[in-house]
């Protein structure tokens, strides 16, 4: 008969994605986890198998949490391209405010380990895909309303859309000036004319 679990994995999880995307995988230890989750080794190790696991477990909370927000943005009565605007204007105003300048946990995931690690380049790629989808659903109806050129394709503009949304949160890590990122987005906006 298994042992009941003294702890709320939900609130564990939260707290290892925090550990996480302040340090990295790397630079996390198995004792920065036991240390900052309140539980011990055993207890890593039985519910989620061992850090690599947590991680992706992690990453996956980070992905849900994120997606409903931008699932709100999309559900608005604004046209596609103001949409698309606030979007990209969220993200700057997201980097500002990040006393900790830890950046898109996702991200950060990926300039980290997709090279070497199989399961975060799928990770990275589903929601690249994810995202690229919604950007071109934007798109595409902007371009039928005629707020959006039509000189490049839907799916073209939401790679380079998305391009530019993951090039923001790096910026932003690297303390860049507000003017600075706001032109980033007046140029990307500029694409889309």
């Known amino acids: 008969m298994g042992r009941t679990k003294?702890?709320?994995?939900?609130?564990?999880?939260?707290?290892?994605?925090?550990?996480?995307w302040k340090k990295g995988f790397n630079a996390t230890s198995i004792q920065d986890l036991v240390d900052h989750l309140g539980i011990n080794r055993a207890s890593i190790y039985d519910t989620y198998g061992d850090k690599h696991q947590l991680y992706l477990?992690?990453?996956?909370?980070?992905?849900q949490q994120t997606s409903s927000w931008l699932l709100q943005q999309i559900r608005s009565e604004k046209s596609?391209?103001?949409?698309?605007?606030?979007?990209?204007?969220?993200t700057v105003q997201q980097g500002l405010h990040d006393q900790d300048k830890l950046g898109?946990?996702?991200?950060?995931?990926a300039t980290e380990l997709a090279n070497s690690d199989?399961?975060?380049?799928?990770?990275?790629?589903?929601n690249k895909n994810t995202v690229e989808k919604v950007l071109k659903e934007l798109i595409t109806e902007g371009q039928e309303s005629g707020e959006i050129g039509?000189?490049?394709?839907?799916?073209?503009?939401?790679?380079?859309?998305?391009?530019?949304?993951?090039?923001?949160?790096?910026?932003?890590?690297a303390n860049m000036e507000e003017k600075d990122?706001?032109?980033v987005v007046e140029v990307t906006l500029s694409a889309l004319d």
């Open 80 to 90: 596609a391209l103001a949409i698309i605007k606030d979007f990209l204007i969220g």
């Open 104 to 109: 898109c946990f996702l991200v950060n995931a």
């Open 6 to 20: 003294n702890f709320d994995e939900s609130r564990v999880l939260d707290k290892a994605l925090e550990v996480f």
């Open 150 to 173: 039509t000189k490049h394709s839907s799916q073209a503009l939401a790679r380079f859309l998305f391009n530019s949304l993951s090039g923001l949160r790096v910026l932003a890590k």
């Open 118 to 126: 199989d399961a975060i380049k799928v990770m990275f790629e589903e």
């Open 57 to 63: 477990a992690s990453l996956k909370r980070y992905r």
């Open 181 to 183: 990122l706001n032109e």
